[in-house]
Each structure stands twice: as structure tokens, then as C-alpha cells.
């Protein structure tokens, strides 16, 4: 399983975990230069800042299964329609909930490191 996670110095993180053909990733508004480019400060960032993508055989397209929202009290997790029982096997998913639960522990401690008081 390949994992790249990074912080960047105002502390807004990025990261990208890619296991078989999924990847939970942030989100990706802007391409430049072939190049990933994050705008921050938009309303879709701070909303909903990781998504859960399925890529093709050839990891050259994907669709989003699922994504987590921020909220007040923290980040929900919300699949696309019936997406997890269409497009993921039983199979997958046993690989997919651990790393669902782990992006949900970070994602947690992300916002209780940056909510306000």
C-alpha cells in the first residue's frame, strides 16, 4: 500500500493513500501545469476536504464513492447513493474499512487540532 501524507507550514494537510484501485485522497479543485493545485480557502475545501475515489484497471479515471463532510462537531463520513454496494465487493471492502477507519482517527484529530474554542 503506497501512503503519502504531508503537512504544509499554515498546518492544512494533504495526503493520498492508494490501496489496490481506491485511494483516499484530498480533495483536488484546481489542475495546473499537470499538477495538483489546492485552493484552501474555498468553500468545497473546508467542507469536504477527503474523498474516497475508485480508479479504472489503468488508474486513468475515477469516480468518488464516498467523501467526508466537516461539520460543527467534526467530519462524517457520506457514501454516493448505492455506490459502496455496487461498485465495492465484499472482498474490497474488508481491505477499504480499515483504511476508512484510519483517515476517520486522523480526520479527527485534525479537527480537534484546528476547531475553535
Known amino acids: 500500500m503506497e501512503q503519502e501524507q504531508t503537512f504544509s507550514q499554515d498546518g492544512v494537510f494533504d495526503f493520498h493513500w492508494r ?12 489542475y495546473t501545469n499537470d499538477r495538483f493545485r489546492y485552493d484552501n ?36 463520513l457520506h457514501f454516493v447513493g448505492g455506490r459502496p454496494f455496487r461498485d465495492i465487493s465484499p472482498e474490497e471492502m474488508a481491505m477499504i474499512w480499515p483504511q476508512l477507519q484510519a483517515a476517520q482517527t486522523m480526520l479527527d484529530a485534525y479537527f480537534d487540532a484546528t476547531k475553535i474554542l
Open 19 to 30: 490501496f489496490g484501485c481506491f485511494e483516499i485522497a484530498t480533495v483536488r479543485e484546481k
Open 41 to 76: 480557502d474555498s468553500a468545497i475545501r473546508r467542507a469536504i476536504p477527503v474523498e474516497l475515489v475508485k480508479w479504472d484497471e489503468g488508474h486513468h479515471n475515477c469516480y468518488v464513492v464516498a467523501w467526508w463532510i466537516r461539520d460543527d462537531e467534526g467530519y462524517e
